[in-house]
Nanobody, 122 residues
Framework: QVQLVESGGGLVQAGGSLRLSCAAS????????MGWFRQAPGKEREFVAAINWNGGSTYYADSVKGRFTISRDNAKATVYLQMNSLKPEDTAVYFC???????????????WGQGTQVTVSS
């Protein structure tokens, strides 16, 4: 079973940028859709962005569209989330996951990573 490990989180001021990485334990992840999700304290986990298996299609939540960019490098079995123009409301634990096909909710995703904390100060 594929395992995912997120990294790249941290503390940043509003307006700043961070780049998250999600490294997979197996290159077979290249056949899966990959997604990023986030969960703020007291809130449900929500969809942030997703990318299909070959990177040809990307999907974003309205709240991050135009600020975040998802990409993947199948040779490195790694998915990235470039986050620009960060806002305090982006503060959350960010998770990556795999799926057989892109879903715009948390349903259908598996192999969840442990998450990486992103904190945006005002």
């Amino acid at each position: 079973q594929v395992q995912l490990v997120e990294s790249g989180g941290g503390l940043v001021q509003a307006g700043g940028s961070l780049r998250l990485s999600c490294a997979a334990s197996k290159r077979t992840v290249s056949s899966y859709a990959m997604g990023w999700f986030r969960q703020a304290p007291g809130k449900e986990r929500e969809f942030v962005a997703a990318i299909n298996w070959n990177g040809g299609s990307t999907y974003y939540a309205d709240s991050v569209k135009g600020r975040f960019t998802i990409s993947r490098d199948n040779a490195k079995a790694t998915v990235y989330l470039q986050m620009n123009s960060l806002k305090p409301e982006d503060t959350a634990v960010y998770f990556c996951a795999a799926a057989l096909k892109v879903e715009l909710t948390t349903r259908g995703w598996f192999a969840w990573g442990q998450g990486t904390q992103v904190t945006v100060s005002s």
